[in-house]
């Protein structure tokens, strides 16, 4: 599937790090930011999901979602976001349908690509060359620039 700007988002259904059942259609009314990681523990990983920790209060006070998406299970979510705090939901795509859906799966694992969704679920920005260092702060500007948030 090739996704591109203006299309609908894919809705999924996934478990969280918390083991709760969350979709995409469930976060709609509110913008989302959906990035997709290769594998939770490896360096560039963890720096993207600390920068979205460090960075999360501006997210949540403009009340967008942050959901990250990697073929890691649901426990090991878990133990990735207790070790780092990580405060934002984190969903398991054992299947690598989700990736599949998105048009990021690589090799064994989800290519690192961010996806801005608005509060329709419109796909209104990719970043489909993503650096660890400095992507949240990226998002929030892009965020900014898009008018989604103030």
């Known amino acids: ?33 959906l990035y997709f990681y290769p594998k939770d523990f490896t360096s560039g990983c963890t720096t993207e999901a600390n920068e979205f920790k460090e960075h999360y209060e501006e997210f949540r006070k403009n009340n967008v979602e942050i959901v990250g998406i990697s073929v890691d299970s649901a426990e090991t979510h878990r133990k990735f976001a207790e070790k780092y705090g990580l405060p934002f939901i984190l969903g398991a795509d054992n299947s690598k349908e989700i990736a599949k859906k ?49």
């Open 1 to 33: 599937m090739n996704i591109k700007v203006g299309d609908t988002a894919p809705d999924f259904e996934t478990v969280d790090s918390k083991g709760n059942k969350i979709s995409l259609s469930q976060l709609k009314g509110r913008p989302v930011v």
């Open 102 to 150: 998105y048009g990021v799966l690589g090799l064994a694992t989800a290519k690192r690509v961010t996806f801005i969704i608005d509060k329709d679920g419109k796909i209104v920005y990719i970043f489909d060359k993503v650096k660890p260092k400095g992507h949240a702060q990226e998002v929030l500007e892009k965020l900014k620039e898009l008018r989604l948030i103030n």
